[in-house]
Nanobody
Framework: QVQLVESGGGLVQAGGSLRLSCAAS???????MGWYRQAPGKQRELVAT???????NYADDVKGRFTISRDNAKNTVYLQLNSLKPEDTAVYYC?????????WGKGTLVTVSS
């Protein structure tokens, strides 16, 4: 069983920055990790993913503003959010692939005020 715990969300003004963290426990080998978000009234959408070797993929609307990284020794994935916009307001969820199974965290709320 894998548990994912996110942290780092909060309230920030437009143009500000936040850093999200997600620590995984319960497994010694974690594959691709990623961040997704769900805004009120919308479907959950991909933000960014990173493979174990460090290859990254970003949604078009966060490219150049958000950076995903990971520390394999700590089983932790990070998301640096810069130049935040009100439309970035959402619950951000951590995701991890482990031996063919998919795991989700409970989410952390990011609110960007205008």
């Amino acid at each position: 069983q894998v548990q994912l715990v996110e942290s780092g969300g909060g309230l920030v003004q437009a143009g500000g920055s936040l850093r999200l963290s997600c620590a995984a426990s319960g497994s010694i080998f974690i594959g691709t990790m990623g961040w997704y978000r769900q805004a009120p009234g919308k479907q959950r959408e991909l933000v960014a993913t990173i493979t174990r070797s460090g290859s990254t993929n970003y949604a078009d609307d966060v490219k150049g503003r958000f950076t995903i990284s990971r520390d394999n020794a700590k089983n932790t994935v990070y998301l640096q959010l810069n130049s935040l916009k009100p439309e970035d307001t959402a619950v951000y969820y951590c995701n991890a692939g482990v031996l063919g199974a998919n795991y989700w965290g409970k989410g952390t709320l990011v609110t960007v005020s205008s």
